[in-house]
Nanobody, 119 residues
Framework: QLKLVESGGGSVQPGESLTLSCAVS????????ISWFRKAPGLDREEVTC????????YVAEFVRGRFTTSRDTAKNMVYLHMNNLKPEDSAVYYC????????????WGAGILVTVSS
């Protein structure tokens, strides 16, 4: 069973940066694609990034492109979400999720972690 645990959330001011980490166990990054999603109150869940298995090619949603990137450390089985120039509208619970392919309905989810951007 794939297990994902997010860390690194918190409160920051607009314009600041934050990196979220996703610790993956029960499978490797060669076996599973890993996505970052977010869910803000009153809004639909949205996919932020996805990194494919094996090649590690990435998708970044247009609404964060140029500010957010994703990376991975295959030796540590970790995936990261690097968030720069954060805006109040980036405030949300962020989830990492895994499955064989990137999709909007990944099969395995972390519990989520809160990011708050406020002055």
């Amino acid at each position: 069973q794939l297990k994902l645990v997010e860390s690194g959330g918190g409160s920051v001011q607009p314009g600041e940066s934050l990196t979220l980490s996703c610790a993956v166990s029960g499978g490797t990054l060669d076996e599973y694609a890993i996505s970052w999603f977010r869910k803000a109150p009153g809004l639909d869940r949205e996919e932020v990034t996805c990194m494919s298995r094996v090649t590690g090619s990435t998708y970044v949603a247009e609404f964060v492109r140029g500010r957010f990137t994703t990376s991975r450390d295959t030796a540590k089985n970790m995936v990261y979400l690097h968030m720069n120039n954060l805006k109040p509208e980036d405030s949300a619970v962020y989830y990492c999720a895994g499955d064989f392919f990137c999709s909007s309905s990944m099969g395995h989810w972390g519990a989520g972690i809160l990011v708050t951007v406020s002055s």
